[in-house]
């Protein structure tokens, strides 16, 4: 759900000595992890910026190639984008997306020529690229959910951690907020989206709780506010978690329209990627993760005819996506340096020569 951390240790706390291996590769390979890690930790910890998850997996996952066209979907911070650009050669370009404006003026760090930085959505990509006429890349990479700055900025509003204005928009330049939602939604409407966003069992119970503060003249228009409705209608929580946790995520998923943007792109990513193109997806909980698995499998296993049905097997439809590896998460390490990446779930797949 969170990407990043903005506080976290200046060094990791495995040394490479006490790895025990007779295999020097092996121990070359740690001592690579805790060096690359080390070195994400260093600079977030001087320029206060959010830890990139997965970063080094993530970058490998896409198999840079040096000449090549690639897309940071979700530049956040630039973690991701300033590794890919470390790899591509001066022919290769990266193009990045964020529709937060927070994100847009972090990108005006990065002077490279290679570099391009898009005010979008993730799901008007396909758009963007056609006016600028890139029609196929080598590879596209999701960095799903919310970053660390956002969630730690309280202005945003989308901590209860902070009482402050209820927002919870991504881009803030338009759309409805949080509290412009529950001040015109539905009990039942307002039930359903804290169900299947955010997987909450009291979601009626909080929906009637919510709908009875605003009939009775107090508009929730402020995250304690909410917070403090929702501890009231939610009986049993899971200790050590925030009662109102799994609605403001709910909420958020809500008013970004976070999975229906994930629905569109998916398509998307697979009419863009050429042939042997990489597409590296990091999601941070099980509705982003569902989606992104169910659409690599659909595409990687196209024989959809009914059983006995009469073709030859050249004749059967061939897969477009075929899935790279399992499912990689954060090491143990990551996991104790860095606690708000426990979540994250990194899938790749690769486009086939199948048009």
Do not use: W
Request: proline letters at 5%; hydrophobic letters at 40%.
């Amino acid at each position: 759900m969170t990407k990043g951390v903005n506080s976290a240790p200046t060094k990791a706390s495995l040394s490479p000595n006490k790895v025990s291996t007779k295999d020097p590769s092996i121990l070359e390979k740690k001592q690579s992890e805790v060096s690359a890690l080390n070195s994400n930790l260093k600079e977030a910890s001087t320029t206060n910026a959010h830890i990139t998850v997965l970063l080094d997996e993530a970058v490998h996952a896409l198999a840079i190639k040096p000449e090549g066209v690639y897309i940071d979907a979700t530049f956040g911070r630039g973690g991701h984008s300033k590794k890919i650009l470390e790899k591509l050669g001066s022919k290769g370009q990266l193009i990045a997306f964020d529709r937060d404006l927070k994100a847009i003026e972090s990108s005006k760090g990065i002077n490279d020529v290679r570099f391009t930085m898009v005010h979008s959505h993730f799901a008007g990509m396909q758009a963007q690229l056609a006016e600028m006429g890139v029609l196929r890349v080598d590879g596209i990479l999701l960095d799903l959910g919310i970053s660390s700055p956002q969630i730690d900025e309280a202005s945003r509003g989308f901590s209860f951690r902070y009482d402050a204005p209820l927002d919870m928009r991504m881009d803030q330049s338009g759309g409805q907020t949080a509290a412009d939602f529950l001040a015109n939604t539905t009990e039942q409407i307002l039930a359903e989206v804290i169900k299947n966003y955010g997987e909450e069992r009291f979601a009626k119970q909080i929906a009637r709780a919510v709908i009875a503060e605003r009939n009775d003249g107090r508009a929730i228009t402020t995250t304690g506010q909410l917070a403090k409705v929702v501890a009231g209608a939610v009986t049993r929580f899971e200790p050590g978690q925030n009662p109102a946790t799994r609605t403001f995520q709910a909420l958020r998923i809500h008013v970004n329209q976070e999975l229906e943007e994930l629905a569109l792109i998916m398509p998307q990513c697979l009419a863009l990627l050429a042939p042997q193109g990489r597409l590296a997806v990091i999601s941070f909980h099980s509705l982003e993760d569902r989606i992104v698995k169910q659409f690599v499998r659909d595409q990687a296993n196209r024989d959809d005819l009914p059983a006995n049905f009469p073709v030859r097997a050249a004749e059967l439809p061939q897969p477009k996506l075929k899935g790279v590896g399992k499912a990689i998460k954060p090491s143990c390490q990551e996991v104790k340096s860095n606690p708000r990446s426990r979540s994250a779930v990194l899938r790749v797949a690769e486009r086939t020569s199948v048009a």
